[in-house]
Nanobody
Framework: QVQLVESGGGLVQPGGSLRLSCTVS????????FGWYRQVQRDLVATIFS????IYADSVKGRFTISRDVVKNTTYLQMNRLEPEDTAVYFC?????????????WGQGTQVTVSS
């Protein structure tokens, strides 16, 4: 069974920074990609593939950075110059291979609030 545990959300003032973390646990063979999404439609914020390629939503380019630690099966979303419009619940997603089959798993979500 694959589980994702997120952390790092909170309240921050406009212009501030936060870093979200998401760790995968379980018996997995390979992680194809990590992604961060936010409400309401779970719009894509950023994704990173196993080869290191990244994709960002236009609204966060230049402000957010997605990274990963392959050893720890963890992805990070560094969010700088936060704006009130970034307020949302952020969800982590991981896709990959099991010993048999594949997985596509979501975290529980973490609230990010940008307000003065």
């Amino acid at each position: 069974q694959v589980q994702l545990v997120e952390s790092g959300g909170g309240l921050v003032q406009p212009g501030g920074s936060l870093r979200l973390s998401c760790t995968v646990s379980g018996t997995i063979a390979e992680i194809y990609s990590f992604g961060w999404y936010r409400q309401v439609q779970r719009d894509l914020v950023a994704t990173i593939f196993s080869g290191g390629n990244t994709i960002y939503a236009d609204s966060v380019k230049g402000r957010f950075t997605i990274s990963r630690d392959v050893v720890k099966n963890t992805t990070y979303l560094q969010m700088n110059r936060l704006e009130p419009e970034d307020t949302a619940v952020y969800f982590c997603n991981a896709r990959g291979a099991l010993q048999v089959g594949t997985f596509n798993t979501w975290g529980q979500g973490t609230q990010v609030t940008v307000s003065s």
